[in-house]
């Protein structure tokens, strides 16, 4: 293995010697592309894994912001984020860039399944082969301290997988993303990450939105919004649905490669995610039976993490699951305020994926993942009937890991159904700010005065203001760790949206403070912070922005 750890990435030279492409030996090019990368109609793409294609540039890119943290990760000095060989590169202008980096990137296709079910007319063709990577498009894979990293453009431009759309995305979603991402995973929870963030203030996009102050679930007008590109890094950006896409082929027999396409890519994310975990010599069988056990480990422990800081995806589809078990695809997400076990950020997403059915809808993406993975084992009964195992044993772990959640959540020792149910209806009659309630629970509060701050109602009520003094007193007695612990798993900040909503406006206007202030904070979540902080951001939702579309739900693109 050729020396990968340099500290200091200053230049775009210096980074190109961390390139490598290998995986384009062993995954499959669409063999009907043009190799230049040039063509971003909407087509279909029938086989391969791949299809090559240029990111377009967006307009005089600005710098917003970077990922500190990120490029201390990488070995990159902070500096390369104003480069301007780097600005170029990772706001799209790939033309001028010199080998061994490539000019041409890369759109993978994937299917959709929405809660299990599987979907083929979201494309323009109604087959589901013009459906994928619309607006991502990967541009770089570098292997730095022998970690191998793949760098994504989101909003890059059409490619074969736009469905007609501009590839673009807004600069509200990308600060949304950019700055979740890296909350993410300071709150200590696997997910994709941010590297980089740049606008245009030239080039503008037209997006449905919401009139000012409104509630109506749907858009009302169309906006005319700045354009972004921010890029994400992660292992791999392998979806279940871009296994089911082959799968689909697989179990179809669409063509005669379509089982071997499958097994390449189903090798590929192995590499690419559970190396470590999964003997490279082992059959395809024993390998495919340890993913899917290993994924399933992965993806109950992210939900159940998800749910412990109060966040709910939103759009949970099989094409927004990362084969990785990581968070992927930060679009409608939202970090909860009042506790509401419904609660759904997206107007278009319905109780399936809201907050507390999260667990079903994981379940649900697992079948869909078993399901891809099925050809592989056609021969082989003993191992269908394991993956069957696997598959059904699902719900159990989720559960498992659900208590196990709760019981850290709480510090308790062992997991106590009375208690917690108990909890869960005084949070929803006391009308409960999620995160607050437990920040607060977590000093150990004498009686619930000192609760009180996280409730949106005052609680007048004798008998409930007794059975919280009465829950407490129990909770307490149970409690078996310190308060200190105890604000290691519960968050004192977390990135809700009417945050984010003041960041875009004044981002707009060309003021990026907001963002970079909502990154420092953001990045810090389990510590207390100064009380100016406090102040600002340890809060209950203000009541004139229940409802207010915008701030309490979005759309899917916004
Ligand atoms: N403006 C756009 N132009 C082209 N394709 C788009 C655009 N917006 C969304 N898409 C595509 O539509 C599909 C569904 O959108 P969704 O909001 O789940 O994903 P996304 O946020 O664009 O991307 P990702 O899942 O890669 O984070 C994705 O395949 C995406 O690439
Ligand atoms: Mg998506």
């Known amino acids: 293995m050729k020396n990968n750890t340099i500290k200091n990435i200053n230049t775009i030279d210096e980074l190109a010697k961390f390139a490598d492409y290998s995986f384009l030996n062993t995954l499959v090019c669409d063999p009907l592309a043009n ?8 087509r279909e793409v029938f086989n391969g894994h791949y299809v090559p294609v240029t990111p377009t540039a967006i307009k005089d890119p600005i710098y917003i912001t970077h990922s500190k943290t990120f490029f201390k990760e990488l070995g990159f000095a902070d500096s390369l984020a104003k480069n ?4 170029k590169m990772f706001s799209g202008d790939t033309s001028n860039i010199k080998k061994p980096l490539k ?3 890369w759109a993978t296709g994937y299917a959709l399944s929405i809660y299990g079910t599987e979907y083929y007319m979201q494309c323009p063709f109604q087959t589901g082969n013009g459906y994928g990577d619309g607006r991502a498009i990967s541009i770089l894979e570098a292997v730095i301290n022998n970690k191998r990293w793949e760098f994504q453009l989101k909003g890059a431009g059409r490619t074969p997988y736009c469905r007609g759309a501009d590839g673009r995305a807004v600069l509200r979603s990308s600060i949304r993303e950019f700055l979740a991402q890296e909350h993410m995973y300071a709150l200590g929870i696997p997910t994709s990450r941010s590297l980089s963030l740049y606008t245009s203030k030239t080039e503008t996009v037209t997006r449905p939105w919401f009139n000012e102050n409104s509630y109506s679930r749907d858009p009302e007008r169309m906006i005319e919004e700045n354009v972004a590109i921010s890029t994400r890094v992660a292992p791999s950006f392998i979806r279940v649905g871009q296994l089911e896409l082959f799968g689909r082929r697989a179990r179809k027999k669409e063509h005669p490669k379509a089982l071997e396409e499958l097994e390449q890519l189903v090798l590929h994310a192995i590499k690419r995610e559970y190396q470590d975990e999964i003997d490279e010599n082992s059959s395809i069988e024993e390998k495919v039976i340890l993913l899917a056990l290993k994924f399933r480990e992965r993806l109950t422990s992210l939900v159940s993490n998800w749910i412990r800081v109060g966040y709910c995806q939103g759009n949970f589809n099989s094409d927004n699951t990362a084969v990785g ?13 009042i506790f509401d076990p419904e609660y759904q950020p997206w107007t278009g997403g319905g109780l399936h994926f809201s907050f507390f059915n999260q667990p079903e809808a994981a379940r649900k993406n697992f079948n869909s993942f078993c399901s891809a993975l099925m050809p592989l084992l056609e021969s082989n009964q003993n191992a269908l009937d394991n993956l069957a195992g696997i598959r059904s044993g699902f719900a159990k772990e989720m559960n498992e890991k659900m208590e196990k959640m709760w019981t850290s959540k709480l510090g308790l020792k062992k997991y106590d159904e009375k208690l917690f149910n108990e909890l869960m209806h005084l949070m929803l009659k006391s009308e409960t700010d999620y995160t607050m309630f437990f920040r607060e629970l977590s000093s150990i509060p004498k009686d619930i005065s000192s609760l009180e701050i996280s409730f949106y109602r005052k609680i007048n009520d004798k008998e409930l203001q007794n059975r919280w003094n009465k829950w407490l007193e129990t909770w307490k007695s149970k409690l078996s760790v310190s308060s200190e612990d105890l604000k290691t798993v519960n968050p004192k900040y977390t990135l809700k949206e009417w945050f984010l909503v003041e960041a875009y406006e004044k981002a707009n206007n060309g003021d990026y403070s907001l963002i970079l202030e909502l990154q420092e904070i953001m990045t810090k979540p389990y510590l207390e912070q ?6 600002k951001y340890y809060l209950k939702k203000p009541s004139n922005y229940f409802g207010v579309a915008g701030i309490s739900h979005i759309t899917c693109s916004s």
Do not use: A, R, W, Y
């Not at 190799?35 to 909407?42: A, I, L």
């Not at 078990?325 to 305020?337: C, E, M």
């Not at 100064?530 to 102040?535: A, F, M, R």
């Open 530 to 535: 100064s009380k100016q902080v406090e102040e």
């Open 325 to 337: 078990g990581f968070t992927l695809d930060f679009g409608p997400f939202g970090f909860i305020d």
């Open 84 to 87: 301007e060989e780097f600005i």
């Open 35 to 42: 190799q230049d990368g040039q063509n971003h109609n909407p």
């Open 103 to 105: 000019n041409i990137g």
